[in-house]
């Protein structure tokens, strides 16, 4: 088992969904937790990251943490074109980062 | 704003040639990491260099060398590449260590191995 499951899609929606990316994680000493978005052929950016449990938001991304079930998830409202990406989860401990495998996502017009 | 520059974008190699991939990066960076990634496995770190003159196995490490060049440069060297080290292979660079304030990835090298 992955230390870092995601579902990898594709996950398909229209524009102006609410769009829900979700983790679930194994490793109890995972202390912090980040998204990263990546563009075909591109490297991944930093979207959002977050320390504890409870929601974090960021314009219309919201990151929403719950150690106690291990469940990390990314919320896009209003999602546009321009979304169109694959959304990396990373969970991280001590000197380690771990990376979840991404979830295409495709917001059509 | 050029961030992190990795050269080449693309590179076929025959099985046992060797080749260095080449990185560099200009927010004065303490420290830099090189990851593969390949289908449905996310990204594994090679090697990382916490600071200038330092290096350490990540992940994956055989098959590969590092050299941490100055504080801007990290390398990466196949010795005698394989079809395995088909991938492509990002390299990262963060201000303060692993996790606390995010990667800055460059765009990344395509790699086949044939």
């Known amino acids: 088992q992955k230390e870092v499951e995601q579902d990898p899609g594709p996950l398909s929606v229209p524009e102006g969904a609410i769009v829900s990316l979700n983790c679930t994680y194994s490793n109890s000493a995972f202390q912090y937790f980040m998204w990263y978005r990546q563009y075909s052929r591109k490297g991944p950016e930093l979207l959002m990251y977050?320390?504890?449990?409870g929601n974090k938001e960021d314009g219309r991304f919201t990151a929403q943490v719950d150690k106690s079930s291990k469940y990390i998830s990314l919320f896009i409202r209003d999602s546009q074109p321009s979304d169109s990406a694959t959304y990396l989860c990373?969970?991280?401990?001590?000197?380690?980062?771990?990376f979840g495998t991404g979830t295409q996502l495709k917001v059509e017009l | 704003n050029a961030g992190v520059t990795q050269t080449p974008k693309f590179q076929v190699l025959k099985t046992g040639q060797s080749m260095t991939l080449q990185c560099a990066q200009d927010?004065?960076?303490?420290?830099m990491y090189w990851y593969r990634q390949d289908p449905g496995m996310g990204l594994r770190l090679i090697y990382y260099?916490?600071?200038?003159?330092?290096?350490d196995k990540g992940e994956v490490p055989n098959g590969y060398n590092v050299s941490r060049l100055n504080k801007r440069e990290f390398s990466l060297r196949l010795e005698s590449a394989a079809p395995s080290q088909t991938s492509v292979y990002f390299c990262?660079?963060?201000?303060?260590?692993?996790?606390?304030?995010?990667?800055?990835f460059g765009s990344g090298t395509r790699l086949t191995v044939v």
């Open positions: 990262a660079s963060s201000e303060a260590g692993v996790g606390l304030d995010g990667y800055t």
């Open positions: 927010m004065n960076h303490n420290s």
């Open positions: 977050t320390y504890s449990s």
């Open positions: 990373i969970a991280g401990g001590g000197n380690k980062l771990t």
């Open positions: 260099s916490a600071s200038e003159g330092t290096t």
